[in-house]
């Protein structure tokens, strides 16, 4: 008679943890800056001009068997448009299936209408709240701020975690990196929802879209750059590496065509230059980038637009 030899055990999986954590707060808060911080490379535009985040960035932190998916969201204010009523939905939208919630002040002032707004949609949620003063190295009174930051949640049920911190999402990498680990700590049982090395969940045309609008709202002066769009209209890779990108940046009117062209197109030159060296650094490719602007009359308040635009 002849015996089997008993099946060697199969190894143990072992448990992840994964979970989705919204970032909000009002317009220019330093959300942008904040994700890029806890991601340590570049996802999300930033500027100093408000609502320069117009959807929803996602971006994804993996460590050993846990992982973070940030959702960056637009800052939350009175939307004047179409683009803003759309705005405040993708807000909306990442509280009501998120896992936690990062809420990012300014402390170099006290708590505004717009700060109000943002208290109003998350105090009541079912879910792990972290409020984050940011921007501590340029607030004269941080704690007097931060207590007028809390007092808005008064009312939030004991029961629901509630914690909070100060920092410099632009210049406190220590205090960044802790407010992570709180995160990557408090994350429920789940599968990974993206593989392992993904930073974001962004198209490669989607985010060097956004490289362009960025360069263009620090350049651009006054109300232009709200009128301001940008997609990538077409992308090829040569054989010696040269990323060839094609795009296009899209206004609202012709006399504001010729406002971002400038004169001899200075403008449009200096846009599309400071655009390249940062696709550069990220892609660690050279980049001929070729932008052209486009006129779409009104796009802000046109849904058929905003679709096209990648606002949907």
Sequence with gaps: MTH????????????????????????????????NAFLGTKVAPTSPRPQTTRRDVRGIYTLGERQIIFIDTPGVHKPKDALGKYMNHEVHSALADVDAVIWVVDLRHPPTDEDSLVAHQIRDLPKPLLLVGNKTDAAKYPDEAMRLYRALLEGRREDLETSETMLSAQNNTNAVATLREQVLEGLPENPFFFPQGSASDQTREMWAAEIVREEAMKKLRDELPYAVATRVTRWTEREDGLQRIEGEIVVEKNAHKGMVIGAGGKQLREIGQAARKQLEVFLDRKVYLGLEVIVIPGWREDEEALRELGYE
């Design 4 to 35: 089997s030899a008993p099946a060697p055990d199969a190894p143990e999986t072992p448990t992840t943890y994964a979970g989705f954590v919204a970032i909000v707060g009002k317009p220019n808060v330093g959300k942008s800056t904040l994700l």
